[in-house]
């Protein structure tokens, strides 16, 4: 089947701090993958996107780059604000497909 | 201007009442979801429709019944509500594409429910 793995939060750093959320997925074809992030009291947004193997999303300082051999798309960020409090989405998607599949969310905890 | 909008943004009701909750996109995408995000943040997509068709319809109850008049509203009503239906509903809509790689999703900001 097809679904989305990520690590358990809430992950708690302090500022400029470096920032890694592991995400892995399982999938019957050629997934799309994407990172998306909810600050709280709103909806998801798009923060970044990969659509084949090796690609690197990157956005705000953010990066996730395609490891179709290790089945992964870890989010990284090699200094965290505070403003970047907010809880973090993994998903695939499918060609074609209309389906996400999300993962559990992580939430993220800067202080200053 | 407001891509994907929802309304109401909170709703408090009582238990066994029926109530209705608006979405609107102004993207012109071709598909619209409704999803259910419970306290502890997961999301469970709860049906979808491509143009006017309903395409994914997951294990939901049955008190739960979308309704898309076009393509750019897709509304979600629900009967008997029960205490366990208080959640954040979430609208979001795409353009799926034949020949695409990948349909990014784009949500609205949510209605939070709650059942008294």
């Known amino acids: 089947g097809n679904s989305v793995t990520q690590m358990e939060g809430p992950v708690t750093l302090s500022e400029e701090a470096f920032l890694t959320i592991n995400c892995t997925y399982t999938?019957?074809?050629?997934?799309?993958l994407f990172w998306y992030v909810q600050y709280p009291g709103e909806g998801l947004q798009l923060l970044l996107k990969a659509t084949k193997a090796d690609d690197k999303g990157s956005n705000k300082g953010f990066e996730a780059t395609y490891r179709k051999e290790t089945t992964s798309f870890h989010l990284e960020k090699g200094s965290v604000q505070v403003s970047d409090s907010a809880v973090y989405f993994c998903a695939l998607s499918l060609y074609n497909f209309n389906k996400f599949y999300f993962g559990s969310g992580t939430k993220l905890n800067v202080k200053p | 201007d407001t891509a994907v909008s929802q309304t109401p943004k909170y709703l408090v009701t009582q238990m066994g009442n029926d109530k209705s909750i608006k979405c609107e996109q102004n993207?012109?995408?071709?598909?619209m979801y409704w999803y259910k995000q419970d306290s502890k943040k997961f999301l469970k997509i709860m049906f979808s429709?491509?143009?006017?068709?309903?395409?994914i319809n997951e294990t939901v109850p049955n008190r739960f019944s979308p309704k898309s008049p076009d393509k750019a509203h897709l509304n979600l009503h629900i009967n008997s509500l029960e205490l366990g239906d208080s959640a954040v509903y979430f609208c979001?809509?795409?353009?799926?594409?034949?020949?695409?790689?990948?349909?990014?999703?784009?949500f609205g900001p949510g209605t939070r429910l709650t059942v008294l």
């Open positions: 429709y491509n143009n006017k068709e309903l395409i």
């Open positions: 999938a019957t074809g050629y997934p799309s």
């Open positions: 979001a809509s795409s353009q799926v594409t034949s020949g695409s790689s990948y349909n990014e999703q784009f």
């Open positions: 993207l012109g995408h071709d598909t």
